[in-house]
Nanobody
Framework: QVQLVESGGGLVQAGGSLRLSCATSPNIFSVNIMGWFRQAPGKQRELVATITPEDLSNYKDSVMGRFIISRDTAKNTVNLQMNSLKPEDTGVYYC??????????????WGQGTQVTVSS
């Protein structure tokens, strides 16, 4: 069974913080590089942070030093701590595997995402 359930989004003022969480299936979580993606209004989805099963992380330049991705192996969750938020961080945030695609019933699988809105 495939599960990607994002939560933790909300409305925050610039400079504030949010912590996103993604509940995943054990079969996905344990063997894949996981990432957080975001899609701003009118723009394509972009990858902002990744983490390997060995806890090696990488970040898009624009979020480096502000966002921290982590894994909780006991709960099969991938988290994204977002600090010093900027209006340009606004978008729908999704978690998913990185490097390949999960296909369910012939279609690329994505969770419902969680909305992050940063006001200036």
């Amino acid at each position: 069974q495939v599960q990607l359930v994002e939560s933790g989004g909300g409305l925050v003022q610039a400079g504030g913080s949010l912590r996103l969480s993604c509940a995943t299936s054990p079969n996905i979580f344990s063997v894949n590089i996981m990432g957080w993606f975001r899609q701003a209004p009118g723009k394509q989805r972009e990858l902002v942070a990744t983490i390997t099963p060995e806890d090696l992380s990488n970040y898009k330049d624009s979020v480096m030093g502000r966002f921290i991705i982590s894994r909780d192996t006991a709960k099969n969750t991938v988290n994204l701590q977002m600090n010093s938020l900027k209006p340009e961080d606004t978008g729908v945030y999704y978690c998913n595997v990185v490097g390949h695609t999960i296909v369910v019933d012939g279609q690329d699988y994505w969770g419902q995402g969680t909305q992050v809105t940063v006001s200036s």
